[in-house]
Each structure stands twice: as structure tokens, then as C-alpha cells.
């Protein structure tokens, strides 16, 4: 492993195969372990500040299957019982369901994401929460 300090002060550590870029410096002495994860927990508390605009379908899956509604039932029960029990064959009914179960990525303003937001009345400061969630999740 490699250590590197950029102008601003933030550390970065590469393999010894990667070429890191060239306006960061190379640091020889050993970085404290408390400052490399305060580093790299700061990095992260930043990054998920943003709401990603899109997240995969494992990302979306997990942070459903783990997310509890105050009944007690899972994010993922509820919506999946929805749109499996969607009274009617109608056009949209079949694409929701279609989607639901094969779309590879969620985008945040998907027909998919918004429906499930008002059906189920959940606010957009909580739908954002989820999509950040999600997105530090990985397989």
C-alpha cells in the first residue's frame, strides 16, 4: 500500500500497482489508523449527502428487505404485495409490475419509484434517505 496527501490535506491510500495522480504527495511516515478512518468516514458522510440518481437493483432490493414500516412488515413486502395484487391488467398496472421485477437500476425519478412513493405515501426526504442508503451498499 501506498499513502499519498493531497493539497487540501486529505489522505489517500492506493495499491502499490496503482499510479496515483501526480499533484498528490507521497507520505513515508506512517499515518495513524484513528486519522486514515476519520478520513475516509468523512469522505463518506459527504458522499451520501448527495442523492445518487441512481441506484442498482441489488442495492434497491437489500435496502428494502432490511427497511421496516411501522406494521412491522418490510418496505420490500409491502410494495412487491402491491403491485402483485394490483387490481386490473391494464396497461400500467403491467408495466409497474414488469419493472418491479426486471429492471437492472432504480433512477430516482423513475414512473417505478414515484408510483410506489404515492401509493405508499412516503415523503421525498424519506425516498432520498433510502436511495442514499442504498447506494453505500455493495456486493
Known sequence: MKYYKSADNQIFIYEDDVIAPPEYTPITAAVAK?????????????????????ISRFQMMAILM???SSEGKTLYEIIDDH???????????????????TLPDFDRDSAIVKTVQQVLNLSDGFVDDIFRKAHVLAM
Not at 484513528?34 to 441512481?54: C, D, F, G, N
Not at 403491485?83 to 421485477?101: P, R
Request: hydrophobic fraction near 40%.
Open 34 to 54: 484513528s486519522t486514515l478512518l476519520a478520513t475516509a468516514k468523512k469522505r463518506l458522510l459527504e458522499e451520501i449527502k448527495t442523492v445518487p440518481y441512481t
Open 66 to 68: 432490511v427497511t421496516k
Open 83 to 101: 403491485l402483485k395484487n394490483q387490481i386490473g391488467e391494464n396497461d400500467a398496472a403491467i408495466l409497474l409490475k414488469t419493472a418491479w421485477d
